[in-house]
C-alpha cells in the first residue's frame, strides 16, 4: 500500500492530452514539493517534473506538472507512443525523521 | 557529465547479505546526498534511506531499520548499500540516485539515477 495514491492505468491515443492524478496528505504533498518520474521499460526511471511543476532540461515541455493542497497531478499533450511508460509521484513526508514517499506509479498506454 | 554506475547482479541465499555499490562521476561526491531505492519484480519504488557523502551521515526508512547499513568511500566517489539477513521478498531492483539538491539537505529528490542492480535471493 504506497502512501501516494494514483490510478494503477492511463490510455489515451497519440495526440491526445492525459492526466494522472496523485493525492496524498498535509505531511507530504500538503506541506513539500512533488516530483514525477518515467521509467521506460526496462529502465531506470529518469526525472521529469520537480518541485511541483519545473522540467530538467530536456524535458519537452508537452509535459506538465500542477499540484493543489494535497493532490498533484501530470499532464501530457500531444502523447506520443514513446510516451509509454511507468510514471511515479514523490514526494518528501514530514512524519517521524522524514522519509520519502512515492505513489503506487500508473502505466500509461498509448493506444 | 553526472552518472552513476552500479556494481552487477547478485545471487544469494536466505539469511545472506549483499553489499551492493555505486561508483559517482562528473561531480563532487561529497555535495550531494545519495539515496537509495528498491524496485521489486512488478512493483513500484520503494524508499530505503539516505547517506550524506560529506558526513556519512544516514536515515533509514523504518521498514529496512536493523537491516540496511549505507556507506562511502569518498577517495573512490563510491556509496555502498548493505541489507543484511536476506528474504525471498528482497528480491528486486535496487537503485542508488542522487538527490541533485546542492543546499546541504536533502528533500528526496533523485537526478540521476544509476542503472539498478538486481539482486536474487532464492536458496
Known amino acids: 500500500q504506497s502512501v501516494l495514491t494514483q490510478p494503477p492505468s492511463a490510455s489515451g491515443t497519440p495526440g491526445q492530452r492525459v492526466t494522472i492524478s496523485c493525492s496524498g496528505s498535509s505531511s507530504n504533498i500538503g506541506s513539500n514539493y512533488v516530483y514525477w518520474y518515467q521509467q521506460l521499460p526496462g529502465t531506470a526511471p529518469k526525472l521529469l517534473i520537480y518541485?511541483?511543476?519545473q522540467r530538467p532540461s530536456g524535458v519537452p515541455d508537452r509535459f506538465s506538472g500542477s499540484k493543489s493542497g494535497t493532490s498533484a497531478s501530470l499532464a501530457i499533450s500531444g502523447l506520443r507512443s514513446e510516451d509509454e511508460a511507468d510514471y511515479y509521484c514523490a514526494a518528501w513526508d514530514d512524519s517521524l525523521s522524514g522519509f520519502v514517499v512515492f505513489g503506487g506509479g500508473t502505466k500509461l498506454t498509448v493506444l | 557529465q553526472v552518472q552513476l554506475v552500479q556494481s552487477g547482479a547478485e545471487v544469494k541465499k536466505p539469511g545472506a547479505s549483499v553489499k551492493v555499490s555505486c561508483k559517482a562521476s562528473?561531480?563532487?561526491?561529497?555535495?550531494?546526498?545519495m539515496h537509495w531505492v528498491r524496485q521489486a519484480p512488478g512493483q513500484g519504488l520503494e524508499w530505503m534511506g539516505w547517506i550524506n557523502p560529506n558526513s556519512g551521515g544516514t536515515n533509514y526508512a523504518q521498514k529496512f531499520q536493523g537491516r540496511v547499513t549505507m556507506t562511502r568511500d569518498t577517495s573512490i566517489s563510491t556509496a555502498y548499500m548493505e541489507l543484511s539477513r536476506l528474504r525471498s521478498d528482497d528480491t528486486a531492483v535496487y537503485y542508488c540516485?542522487?538527490?541533485?539538491?546542492?543546499?546541504?539537505?536533502?528533500?528526496?529528490?533523485?537526478?540521476?539515477w544509476g542503472q539498478g542492480t538486481l539482486v536474487t535471493v532464492s536458496s
Open positions: 562528473g561531480y563532487t561526491f561529497t555535495g550531494y546526498y
Open positions: 518541485r511541483n511543476n
Open positions: 540516485a542522487r538527490d541533485p539538491d546542492s543546499s546541504g539537505w536533502t528533500w528526496g529528490w533523485f537526478d540521476p
